[in-house]
């Protein structure tokens, strides 16, 4: 049985309410002991809501983030998940993944850019009702590598089975670098997601969701509202 927390809430408000808290205490304890804290944090619309309630107790200037996927479209996309974190954390050095001029090339740069990094201050993931976490998704050329914990930490190209395709993902082995790990997930489908694969029911190892819950160095804290 993993020691994974599970953090249940009736709304999804009080739920980011209580991530943002338990965010901050994570990060101050990483600025109480050296002089930078890391952040990975996922882009789209749950947690985007996030965003402010960090901001209002970050010690930005102290504080790099970068975003645990992205999109391969320009860096001012509407759909930029480094956009979104750049605009919602605005006093914080947000590293753009697009580090080169090819999909490959930009991946290989920034993961070689993000291992100059301390071992991350915490890892928050969101999830796909397909059970996908970053862009490593379900069926994706190249998902057994990304998948392996005992890979070298890495950026690497990913395929999205929706438009835009192409993506930017940081592989297992570099999203388990951080000293806190999280996940947010709102709705019914996605509890059934998470709960079949903490009683690793029948079809769960195929998700890529098992290897974050269920391959983990330390315990996986779950923030979930319908």
Known sequence: ??????????????CLHALANDLLVQVKATLHEQS??????????????????LAQGLDGA????????????PAYAANSNWRLLS?????????????????????????????????????????????????????????????DPDATPAGLPALAPQEP????????AMLQRGQWLG?????A????LIEAVQKDLPGAR?????????RSPRPVNIYWAP
Not at 105 to 129: I, K, R, T, Y
Request: aromatic residues 6%.
């Open 87 to 147: 605009d919602g954390l605005p006093l914080t050095t947000c590293l753009d993944p697009r580090q080169g001029v090819t999909q490959t090339q930009a991946a290989q740069n920034w993961g070689a850019q993000l291992l100059q990094w301390p071992p991350f201050s915490a890892v928050l993931l969101g999830m796909g009702d397909d059970g996908h976490i970053a862009s490593l998704f379900p069926g994706m050329p190249g998902l057994e590598t990304g998948l």
């Open 206 to 214: 195929e998700l890529p969701l098992y290897v974050w819950l269920q």
């Open 1 to 14: 049985m993993n020691q994974n927390m599970l953090h249940c809430f009736t709304q999804r408000d009080l």
């Open 189 to 192: 489908n996605k509890r059934d």
């Open 183 to 187: 996940l947010l997930a709102f709705g």
């Open 165 to 172: 395709r192409e993506r930017l993902s940081l592989n297992l």
């Open 36 to 53: 930078r804290a890391g952040l990975i944090l996922p882009g789209g619309s749950s947690p985007q809501a996030l965003l402010p309630l």
């Open 62 to 73: 102290r504080v790099d983030v970068t975003p645990s996927d992205e999109r391969w479209v």
